[in-house]
């Protein structure tokens, strides 16, 4: 099972930008990638989710805004993140998970489920200001 190390996170004013990397300690490319937040008193949630084949799934609230990529080759898992306001500070973790876990056409309603990721990373955090 891969270890995963975010990094990338930081404080950044309203209507800035930054990009998170998630590195894996071994190969990924049987693996869904997802990035999650949590916000101090909130419920950790889905943020967005690529699988092994390229599908991507986002949450409402950041679609249009981030972007999630990955370079199985370099075994890394980047989020993009636009247009930041402070609803999005939050610490960001990466979670990995065996593409398996969601075939059959689950990778769309299951993969911004954290309770289906077995792998997290320690998390990086993001500040932003207005």
């Known amino acids: 099972e891969p270890r995963l190390e975010e990094t990338g996170g930081g404080s950044v004013q309203s209507g800035g930008s930054l990009r998170l990397s998630c590195a894996a300690s071994?190969?990924?490319?049987?693996?869904?990638m997802a990035w999650f937040r949590q916000a101090p008193g909130k419920e950790r949630e889905g943020v967005a989710s690529?699988?092994?084949?390229?599908?991507?799934k986002y949450a409402e609230s950041v679609k249009g805004r981030f972007a999630i990529s990955r370079d199985n080759a370099e075994r890394t898992v980047y989020l993009e993140m636009n247009t930041l306001t402070p609803d999005d500070t939050a610490m960001y973790y990466c979670?990995?998970?065996?593409?398996?876990?969601?075939?059959?056409?689950?990778?769309?309603?299951?993969?911004?489920?954290?309770?289906?990721?077995?792998?997290w990373g320690q998390g990086t955090q993001v500040i932003v200001s207005s």
């Open positions: 979670a990995a998970e065996r593409s398996g876990v969601f075939s059959g056409g689950y990778f769309d309603s299951l993969s911004l489920s954290p309770g289906l990721f077995g792998n």
């Open positions: 071994e190969h990924i490319y049987r693996y869904c």
């Open positions: 690529i699988d092994s084949d390229g599908s991507t």
